[in-house]
């Protein structure tokens, strides 16, 4: 089983990037995904989740209407857009999975930097 985030980086304020989670040795559609972060000194905070379909998402009050989470089970991909970025989003970000039944996973974490 593997989760394998991929396109932090450094953007501006007000940009905008988009994280991918790749899913493997699972079945994805089976799992509720989610998108949570962390920085130095914190706990690790939800972001934003979807159910296994796709027809059910939420988000953090800090992120509604600025991030958009979504999936695609036929590629076994979850994707996190997120746009007009503030310095106070600047995290790690996670990709989770979690199922009905048996452990969570977790990626690696993706750097996700925004700074003028």
């Known amino acids: 089983v593997q989760l394998v985030e991929s396109g932090g980086g450094l953007v501006q304020p007000g940009g905008s990037l988009r994280l991918s989670c790749a899913a493997s040795g699972f079945t994805l559609r089976w799992y509720r995904m989610s998108w949570y972060r962390q920085v130095p000194g914190k706990e690790r905070e939800l972001v934003a989740g979807?159910?296994?379909?796709?027809?059910?998402?939420d988000y953090a009050d800090s992120v509604k209407g600025r991030f958009t989470i979504s999936r695609d089970n036929a590629k076994n991909m979850v994707y996190l857009q997120m746009n007009s970025l503030k310095s106070e989003d600047t995290a790690v970000y996670y990709c989770h999975a979690m199922g009905v039944v048996g452990p969570d996973y977790w990626g690696q974490g993706a750097q996700v930097t925004v700074s003028s």
């Open positions: 979807i159910d296994g379909g796709g027809g059910s998402t």
